[in-house]
């Protein structure tokens, strides 16, 4: 019996330190993130339910405020916005995946087999796109830095550009069990830079 008690109490204690933990974690997240920005808000029409459900009549004007590069035609873009919720194939396509949401809807052709939502798809594309975080080109850098040494500080962007593209390919597996592609080895190099 006290065995059971024990364990008993253990798995409690495990419970409420995993719970302190989840409500640190919630209280991290509020402080680093403005949940009240305009620009998150915003990002809630990359969600298939609310993209299709007819309740955002415009994205125009908040899309050509936050993200001006991304907005060629505001009228074009406004009638393919209203268009996506008038759809019918949209019954056929799943709402919970974003990604493949999306995928299928700029894949889509009129009768003149031309894309159906170019603007959208410019304007949905580049929101996605948006790094979430820094970390990749953060490591990227670090990269960079850790391969120009003080006797190799002359190094010209190409041969960083290889070395970094060599390192990634021998990242998955030992350099003597690497084959290189029939594409690699067809390449022929011209050693003044130019590859053909």
């Known amino acids: 019996m006290d065995q059971d008690e024990s364990d008993k109490s253990e798995l409690h204690n495990f419970r409420l330190r995993a719970l302190d933990f989840y409500i640190e974690l919630s209280i991290q997240i509020k402080k ?3 949940f009240g920005d305009p620009v998150l808000d915003f990002f809630k029409i990359l969600n298939p339910e609310v993209a299709v459900s007819g309740k955002v009549g415009s994205i125009v004007i908040p899309a050509n405020k936050y993200f001006p590069d991304l907005v060629n035609d505001i009228e074009t873009l406004n009638t393919e916005w209203r268009m996506l ?5 949209i019954k056929n396509i799943d709402l919970t995946d974003p990604e493949i949401f999306w995928s299928k809807i700029f894949s889509m052709k009129n009768e003149l087999n031309e894309q159906m939502f170019p603007s959208l798809k410019k304007l949905v594309e580049g929101l996605l796109s948006l790094p979430h975080s820094s970390a990749a080109a953060e490591r990227m850098f670090s990269q960079v830095t850790l391969l120009k040494t003080k006797c190799r500080n002359r190094l010209e962007i190409e041969t ?19 084959e290189p592609s029939v594409s690699l080895l067809k390449r022929k190099i011209d050693y003044s830079g130019i590859v053909e």
């Open 32 to 34: 680093r993130f403005n």
């Open 160 to 178: 960083l550009d290889s070395i970094l593209h060599v390192k990634e390919l021998l990242s998955e597996q030992p350099c003597y069990s690497w």
């Open 85 to 89: 919720a008038e759809l019918s194939e």
